[in-house]
């Protein structure tokens, strides 16, 4: 996904993209949604949100490339081109990242952990295009955030230097990636 500075809208690649697109609906093989008039909001699937020692925010205006989202648009007409499709609903999805374990600590009830993620991941990868609308500090590293609720699937210990997979929600945090964690298993070698 990229989230152009330019006009509110975001260019993706669709995974489940149902009914017609117009060819004038893709630029360069994405499909272009305008955002300006979304609602933005959060999957249900993790009920520890306020919980959290950070606001867990999610807005068209902080979505960042790499994040997982899911969108409904309703385009009943072709206008002249480019189109932008009016996305109707964005809706943060659970995702996957997979790194090295850098650093831990804890805040509140959760157990932080500090990820370094795999050169090919697509987080630092996209989030140097140019044009973004949300800069990261470090599209490398993301702080993960562990409690008692999360599953814990991994049969390596968590430490420094273990290689591990999160499953959860991911939120830019003021140009920080923080993700609220429902699963961990062991990660795959880099």
């Known amino acids: 996904m990229q989230v152009a500075a330019s006009v509110p ?10 009914g017609f697109l117009f ?13 300006n ?30 994040q997982s989202v899911s969108f409904s648009a309703h385009a ?10 009016p996305a109707t609903t964005i809706t943060l999805m659970p995702q996957t990242i997979n790194g090295i374990v850098t650093a831990s600590g804890s805040e509140g009830s959760f157990t ?7 050169p090919y991941d697509l987080i630092p990868n996209l989030a140097v295009q140019p044009g973004q609308t ?7 590293t993301v702080v993960v955030y562990v409690d008692s609720s999360t599953q814990l699937l991994n049969a390596k210990q968590l430490a420094v230097g273990s290689v591990v997979r999160f499953n959860g ?3 830019n945090d003021n ?8 699963q961990v298993n062991d990660g795959v070698p880099q």
């Open 9 to 18: 809208a975001l260019f993706t690649f669709g995974r489940e993209v149902q």
């Open 23 to 35: 060819p004038g609906d893709r630029i360069l093989g994405a499909v272009a949604f305008s955002v």
């Open 37 to 66: 008039n979304s609602v933005a909001q959060i999957s249900p699937r993790l009920t520890n949100l306020q919980t959290l020692p950070f606001a867990p925010v999610f807005t068209t205006a902080n979505m960042v490339p790499g």
């Open 76 to 85: 009943l007409t072709e206008q002249g081109g480019p189109t932008y499709i």
């Open 112 to 118: 932080t952990f500090t990820i370094s993620l795999a």
């Open 134 to 140: 949300s800069l990261l500090t470090n599209p490398s």
């Open 169 to 171: 929600l991911l939120f």
């Open 175 to 182: 140009g920080t990636l923080r993700m609220d964690v429902a």
